[in-house]
């Protein structure tokens, strides 16, 4: 058994690290039996997922998404809030009940793995999951699931030092236009609130070749749009290269023609002149930028250790905005962080009036053990943050219907995902600056690139039909 440690994980083995190749032959040992799983949180965890199905299915699982027909259950986790532990806790409280009249096996990977107490509790409140495997080891799994089977024992193995970066890892992806692709692993920010430096550990970029021909495969393939993922792709390559940057991958990436290229999510303080210049100048990089803010008062960004000010963060929103054509911006914003009072929660707001973002993840402070925010003193009552929250949802919610009646009767192109959620008679996309349309066309549609006329504009999403 190993079991994370918080304190480890907040060191960093820069010399241990090392590139390495998937390798792991272990026959047949799923056929005959179904795997399901279910993933929490942002891309980065949902790509790992596409990992595990990958995996699974290369030594004889079978998919499904009907959870009652699956022999193995696995919750790919996410720590980043409270109320995330709280749905996989509650979650596991189901699974104990399915357990009792069927033989099932329960794992749990992701960020939740890679904490303390979530640990300990799994080992003394938790007897129905059957192994544990953290974010560091996933390419390990299917020993640890292999080991579970043959043994019937619990297996717990989480590592609080950073995994290798390996590479050729089997993947099933979701989509067939759209894909995930890793480039940058971990982060080294440390913003106070935040767990995600020790649950997903060191900054660790993958070499642009592998990155590059990834895609060109992905090209091969038919895919149409590329998504790069980092927690800051910005900080690409800053730990194995000298001079290549994210403007550098973006440039190479972009010449292998894919036709719609977009990244997240960036960090304002690592965002270069030569990033926005190759955004602005590439047609194949998509005008979508996703800048969380996290606060718009100086003194609150100091004791968030975002590295940035207002001034900054204002600088380089309107350097994006004049560069990069028909861009549309959105951001993530945290209200009742420790201290913060109504003046600064109010400079929040004059941020949002002044930059209008075409829409906003906003999210009520939620403390993490073991991060430095969660010792601050002067944490705020849950009635105010709850209060600053909805004051700060109705300006957002006011620039993003404003910024999608601007597309009203103009004709945009957008990328054919699937039926429409709203109306199983239409389909769905997006637009080259992320915006869903909901669109009157045919199934035949999906998975094309098509001129869409947009007809209704609301708050969240945009009605469009489709013109020849
Ligand atoms: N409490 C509330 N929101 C958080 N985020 C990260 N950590 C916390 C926390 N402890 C938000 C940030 C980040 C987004 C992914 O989640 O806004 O950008
Ligand atoms: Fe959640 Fe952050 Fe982990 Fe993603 S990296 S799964 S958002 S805690």
Redesign the pocket.
């Known amino acids: 058994m190993k079991t994370p440690n918080m304190i480890n994980a907040k060191n960093r083995h820069s010399n241990q690290i090392k590139y390495t190749k998937y390798n792991i032959d272990l026959g047949n040992f799923g056929k005959g039996k179904k795997f399901f799983v279910r993933t929490y949180g942002?891309q980065m965890n949902e790509h790992d997922s596409e990992k595990i199905k990958g995996m699974l299915t290369s030594v004889g699982f079978e998919y499904t998404d009907d959870i009652n027909d699956a022999d193995v259950i696995i919750l790919n986790t996410c720590a980043?809030?409270e109320n995330a532990h709280d749905k996989v806790f509650g979650f596991l409280g189901v699974l104990k009940h399915m357990k009792q009249s069927k033989n099932i096996i329960v794992g749990i990977c992701g960020c939740m793995a890679q904490e303390e107490v979530v640990i300990n509790e799994i080992l003394n409140k938790y007897k129905q999951v059957d192994f544990v495997c953290g974010t560091h080891n996933l390419d390990n799994i299917l020993s640890i699931l292999k080991e579970q089977i043959d043994t019937k024992k619990r297996q717990i193995e989480v590592l609080s030092y950073e995994g290798d970066v390996v590479e050729n890892v089997p993947v099933l992806r979701d989509s067939i236009y759209s894909a995930w692709v890793d480039i940058i692993y971990g982060c080294d920010k440390f913003c106070t609130?935040?767990?995600v430096p020790y649950t997903r550990g060191m900054q660790r970029s993958r070499y642009h070749e592998d990155i590059v021909n990834e895609v060109k495969e992905l090209v091969k393939k038919g895919y149409k749009e590329v998504t790069l993922l980092g927690q800051n792709v910005n900080a690409y390559g800053k730990d194995i290269y000298e001079d290549y940057t994210l403007a550098n991958l973006l440039s190479d990436v972009a010449d292998t023609g894919i036709e719609r290229l977009r990244f997240v999510?960036s960090h304002p303080w690592d965002f270069t002149d030569e990033m926005v210049d190759v955004i602005a100048k590439r047609d194949n990089i998509m005008p979508y930028i996703h800048l969380?803010l996290?606060s718009g008062s100086n003194k609150i960004l100091k004791l968030m250790n975002r590295r940035y000010t207002k001034e900054e963060y204002l600088k380089l929103y309107h350097q994006i905005r004049e560069k990069v054509k028909d861009s549309s911006i959105t951001t993530?914003?945290?209200v009742g962080f420790p201290g913060e009072t109504e003046e600064d929660f109010e400079e929040t707001l004059d941020v949002v009036n002044e930059c209008k973002f075409d829409g906003a993840?906003t999210?009520?402070?939620?403390?993490?053990e073991n991060?430095p925010?969660a010792r601050m003193k002067d944490s705020i009552p849950e009635e105010v943050k709850m209060d600053r929250l909805h004051r700060l949802n109705e300006v957002v919610n006011k620039y993003s219907n404003e910024a999608n009646q601007k597309l009203l009767n103009k004709t945009v192109k957008c990328l054919v995902t699937g039926i429409s959620e709203k109306d199983e008679d239409k389909v769905c996309g997006y637009t080259e600056n992320m915006k869903l349309v909901n669109i009157a066309g045919d199934k035949s549609l999906i998975g094309k690139i098509v001129n869409v006329k947009i007809i209704e504009a609301k708050s969240f999403s945009l009605d469009g039909e489709y013109i020849k």
């Open positions: 942002c980043i809030r609130y935040c767990i999510t969380p996290q993530d914003i945290i993840f999210f009520a402070y939620s403390p993490r991060t925010a």
